[in-house]
């Protein structure tokens, strides 16, 4: 197989496309995972190259010409919403699929530091899919069971990246046609390396001196929007690092440790590759105030007549009001465009078993100052402030 790794999303189409099952899924040097071929299976016949969405764009067969439709929501159940990432409008939708007695596919924890796709038929472990985990997941050969339930006629609604539903749509060819397909995308910064998390991982238990337990990569308890990351560790103790302090999530925005095709994704544009796109509606208090309830608050785009159709059937189990696209592309621009990578990420992996997490960030991305934190907190308020005046002039 002839793909630079520059241009790998680790979407798996490749291995799923296989039919000699010659191409595993495995982590490379820098924690992403890429195809690795069995040399004495492969029969170089090139299905993995022609189907890699990389390599040739695909397209959502349900997809109208149309801008999607955008709404502002949130799941009307408290303790969904609070323990979901943004406003729990995804398990929302994946019990809506349960209870018609589909399956949902998506990301849950599958080791200690290690996250990879299932399959679930049942609200209890619903439970496992629920959150964001800021981790590259193993795609495995989830595709190929996709295939295999709609070709039995099992409703499926399958949920990733939009480069992980791009991968399915290529695998699936003819079979993305079926009517008991429902795709969700959700709106993608970039996605961290496992190499990254694990060394995290490790400096945390260093200094706990105990085995982390579990991870809460978005804990509500001081709200939403300043959203933190709990820590329980096997000594029963629990700590929650703020996102403006937490040294993981520093990484994970300033795109220093996201897979290096993500700065030049082929997917983060519209029309949008799934049938409803999910993400955080930030800028809901400018736009929508009436929604936040600093709780989450979901930006979804209705895509297409399946989406719609889906998302129509939910309406008693949501608060929602219609938005618009340009509303959401301003507080999420990564819903239509990637970008650059951080220009020291080379550097930052050729170091990574060097120095300690605290010293690469000195090194390549330090923390703003506090006066770069007083200004950007100025600006804000000077922003509501204003915003405020119109409201009333
Ligand atoms: C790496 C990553 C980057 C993100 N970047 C942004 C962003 O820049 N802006 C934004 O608005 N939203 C972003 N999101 C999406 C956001 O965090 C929520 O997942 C989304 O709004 C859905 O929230 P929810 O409350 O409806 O459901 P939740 O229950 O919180 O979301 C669960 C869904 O996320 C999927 N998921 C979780 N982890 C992964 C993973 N590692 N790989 C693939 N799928 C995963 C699950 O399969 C499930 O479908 C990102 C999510 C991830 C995982």
């Known amino acids: 197989m002839n793909i630079p790794v520059q241009n790998c999303s680790s979407c798996a189409a490749c291995a799923n496309a296989c039919a000699r099952s010659a191409i595993s899924m495995q982590l490379d040097a820098e924690g992403f995972y890429r195809p690795v071929i069995d040399v004495k299976k492969c029969v170089e016949c090139g299905a993995c190259e022609r189907v890699c969405p990389w390599n040739k764009a695909v397209e959502n067969p349900n997809v109208a010409n149309i801008l999607p439709k955008t709404v502002a929501a949130y799941a009307k159940d408290e303790s969904i919403r609070l323990q979901s990432s943004s406003g729990g409008i995804f398990t929302v939708l994946a019990e809506r699929v349960l209870d018609d007695g589909g399956v949902v596919v998506g990301v849950a924890r599958i080791a200690p530091t290690r996250f990879g796709f299932i399959i679930v038929d049942n ?132 795109r220093i440790c996201q897979n290096v095709s993500c700065g030049e994704c082929r997917y983060r544009k519209l029309p949008r590759i799934a049938d409803i796109t999910l993400g955080d509606y930030w800028g809901i208090s400018k736009y929508h105030p009436e929604m936040n309830d600093n709780k989450g608050t979901s930006v979804v785009l209705l895509n297409t007549s399946f989406g719609i159709e889906l998302f129509d059937s939910v309406a008693d189990k949501v608060v929602q009001c219609e938005s618009k696209l340009e509303y959401a592309i301003a507080g999420n621009p990564c819903i239509v465009r990637s970008s650059k990578q951080h220009p020291k990420r080379a550097e930052f992996f050729a170091n990574l078993d060097n120095y300690s997490l605290d010293e690469l960030i000195k090194m390549y991305c330090p923390f703003p100052s506090a006066m770069a934190r007083l200004h950007k907190q100025i600006r804000k308020i000077l922003g509501r402030v204003k915003r405020k005046i119109k409201m009333f002039v």
Not at 132 to 153: D, E, T
Not at 191 to 212: A, I, Q
Not at 222 to 243: C, D, I, K, T
Request: charged letters at 25%; one cysteine or more; hydrophobic letters at 40%.
């Open 123 to 254: 609200k209890v472990d619903l439970v496992k899919l629920r959150g964001s985990k800021y981790v590259q997941a193993n795609v495995g050969l989830i595709y190929k069971k996709v295939r295999a339930l709609l070709k039995v006629g099992r409703k499926v609604l399958f949920s990733g990246t939009p480069c992980q539903v791009a991968g399915l749509y290529a695998v699936l060819g003819k079979v993305s046609d079926s009517v008991d397909l429902v795709t969700v995308d959700i709106v993608c910064h970039g996605m961290p390396s496992v190499n990254v998390f694990e060394k995290y991982v490790r400096e945390m238990e260093k200094t706990d001196n105990s085995v982390l337990d579990c991870i809460n990569f978005r804990d509500k308890s001081e709200g939403w929007s300043g959203y933190a990351l709990l820590h329980q560790f096997e000594s029963g103790r629990s700590v929650a690092v703020p996102l403006n302090r937490s040294k993981y999530m520093h990484l994970f925005k300033s």
